[in-house]
């Protein structure tokens, strides 16, 4: 009984452990997948900071310049069996470094990828980046980053299998640069920077004298320049000469530098380390190049626009002018920045936010400015024109960057914002080439038809024949019988340069209208709800019958000129009026409306 027992407490226990075992793996499992979703396992440093192709470049030159070529070695792909001879990394190590001294570079730091995808705007393929190349007479290696490592793992750049293969296969036995062959053991020794310091004392000297040089070239250059070209010696070509003479003189002065440098065997240490210097210097080249330019197109658009009277596009250049300098600052930081390795992502972004906020809290000032660039660039209006905007009209005074003024004819100001004016309609008066003529004429009920022949005829034979009036063919027409005069419309044209002037011709064509008027025997009608008091003009009755024996002489002789003018007459009165008339004031005898 007692063993019945002990064998069912043992099955008990057995069946209860099968149970609980996989419940207590199933919590196991989701614990570890709760932590691993909560804490994702963080990538680990590489020591020798291979994960970017930037650290794997800076570290190597790092390591070749602590003369640590064990370490060194550690940034190439090398087989198995290479890599356990320790020898054989140095050899490939130290012969890099003199491939490298005596006619090798590397890119700038700053231009290096500092991605562990490397760089993927290139036409390498991914995990492949180029970073520099060896040049000299004999070889030419171009060198390569290769990603070690698959999706799964960390980056590893390392020199690629390839690059080392023509390393190696370098001929260096007995090659020494220039330096080693000319400086004295002392200057070789002795180092500063882990770089002999008979290579800085060559950096400083050739700095120097790759100036002078430039100098020199520029100087050349420039007299030269001025035999060939025969507007060298003008105002515009000595601004253009010394627009681009600094900026040259600082390329030429980089270029020679380097070229220089590298033919000697300057230290790829050194000349590792002055690549962002010299950068900079030709960014900043660029930037003085571009800013030297805005002020000679600025002064020339300013001089030009002064001969050509408009002052107004002055000031618009000006500010043009300022805002192209405060861009080209502001580009050449944000350049600079990016190279010595500053990230300016940040600041983009957050430049980007106050610009939009800038330009939402000056909205109407924006508004004024392009109205300003608009004004400026179909020109409505200039300054002294006589115009009208919207219900306002008057002479502009000023044209600015925010505002336009113009002076009424009550002598006051108004100043109207540069943005309202370029959505307002504006109607230029002082551009018009012609001044419309256009009376309306009523005549008295009491004129006969014969009357109103000879006044349609003589109205017109008189535009036909002042030569103030354009040439185009006038309109004199009876145009309607209202409730108290017989209507006549009169549309010509007026030759005149100004306004002033055209007011001249329309004055002295209504006095001969007047004079015809008179001569025909009617009159001009009154309103007739208007009662006035003075003694009424008699009818003309004797100037009636002479004005009707005229018209019928017309008929007989076939020459009366309704509806249409016989072309013959219309040539013969072109000019036959003089203009002013005998007995005016004229100042210039030769004096002709245009």
């Known amino acids: ?18 149970l609980i075992t996989p419940l207590r793996m199933e919590a196991q499992l989701l614990g570890a997948a709760k932590t691993t979703a909560e804490e994702p396992a963080k990538i680990p440093d590489d020591s020798l900071g291979r994960r970017t192709p930037q650290g794997t470049v800076n570290g190597f030159i790092k390591a070749i310049g602590d003369q640590n070529y064990l370490r060194a070695s550690q940034y190439f792909m090398l087989s198995k069996r290479s890599y356990r001879k320790t020898a054989e990394r140095i050899r490939i190590a130290k012969t890099f470094q003199q491939l490298l001294d005596q006619g090798g570079n590397f890119s700038p730091s700053s231009i ?20 520099g190349n060896i040049s000299t007479d004999k070889i030419n290696i171009q060198l390569y980053l290769e990603n070690q490592s698959d999706d799964s793992e960390p980056a590893l750049w390392l020199f690629s299998a390839e690059t080392i293969e023509a390393i190696l296969s370098a001929d260096v036995s007995g090659e020494k640069t220039f330096l080693d062959r000319v400086l004295p053991k002392v200057l070789k020794e002795k180092k500063f920077g882990n770089v002999p310091i008979g290579h800085w004392g060559v ?6 004298v790759s100036y002078l040089l430039s100098r020199l070239l520029i100087f050349v250059f420039i007299f030269l320049l001025q ?45 590792q380390r002055f690549s962002i210097i010299i950068i900079t210097i030709g960014i900043l080249a660029f930037l003085i190049l571009l800013w030297r330019m805005t002020d000679f197109v600025s002064m020339f658009t300013r001089s030009r626009m002064n001969r050509r009277g408009r002052a107004s596009a002055v000031s618009a250049v000006l500010f043009l002018s300022r805002t192209m300098k405060a861009a080209i600052v502001v580009i050449g930081i ?15 972004a957050a430049l980007g936010i106050g610009g939009i906020a800038l330009a939402l809290g000056a909205q ?73 003529f256009n009376p309306i004429f009523g005549f008295r009920m009491e004129t006969t038809p014969d009357q109103m022949r000879y006044l349609l005829v003589e109205l ?10 354009i040439n185009t063919p006038p309109i004199v027409r009876f145009t309607g019988i209202t409730a108290d005069a017989l209507k006549v419309e009169i549309t010509a044209y007026i030759e005149a340069v100004n306004f002033e002037t055209s007011q ?17 025997g009617t009159s001009l009608a009154y309103p007739s709800q208007t009662l006035y008091m003075a003694r009424d003009i008699p009818f003309s009755t004797e100037k009636a019958e002479e004005v009707a024996e005229t018209v019928k002489k017309w008929k007989e002789n076939n020459e009366l000129q309704l509806p249409k003018f016989d072309p013959k007459r219309v040539e013969n009165l072109k000019g036959s009026i003089k203009y002013p008339d005998d007995g005016s004031f004229n100042p210039d005898t030769d004096m002709t409306i245009i």
């Open 1 to 18: 009984m007692i063993l019945g027992t002990k064998r069912l407490l043992s099955f008990l226990l057995l069946f209860s452990a099968v």
């Open 112 to 131: 290096l990828s500092n991605k562990e995808l490397g760089r993927i705007d290139d036409n390498l393929a991914t995990g492949i980046d180029l970073v």
């Open 203 to 208: 950096v400083v000297i050739m700095t120097i």
């Open 227 to 271: 035999k060939i070209w025969k507007k060298a010696d003008s105002e515009k070509g000595n601004a253009i000469i010394e627009a681009f003479t600094l900026p040259v003189q600082m390329y030429l002065t980089v270029i020679l530098f380097v070229a220089t440098t590298q033919r000697m065997g300057i230290s790829i240490i050194v000349r």
């Open 334 to 348: 944000i350049a600079i920045l990016g190279i010595i390795g500053v990230d300016v992502t940040a600041g983009l």
């Open 364 to 436: 109407k000032t924006i508004e004024n400015f392009v109205g300003s660039v608009s004004l400026i660039a179909d020109q409505p209006l200039r300054v002294g024109d006589y115009c009208r905007v919207d219900d306002i009209k008057g002479t502009v005074e000023s044209i600015g960057m925010r505002s336009t003024t113009l002076r009424t004819a009550a002598r006051s100001i108004v100043t109207i914002p540069n943005g309202q004016l370029s959505a307002s309609k504006i109607e230029n008066y002082a551009h018009r080439d012609r001044f419309i």
């Open 460 to 469: 017109r034979s008189l535009l036909y024949a002042h030569p103030g009036v």
């Open 504 to 520: 001249e011709v329309q004055e002295d064509l209504l006095l001969r209208m007047m004079d015809i008027i008179e001569k025909s």
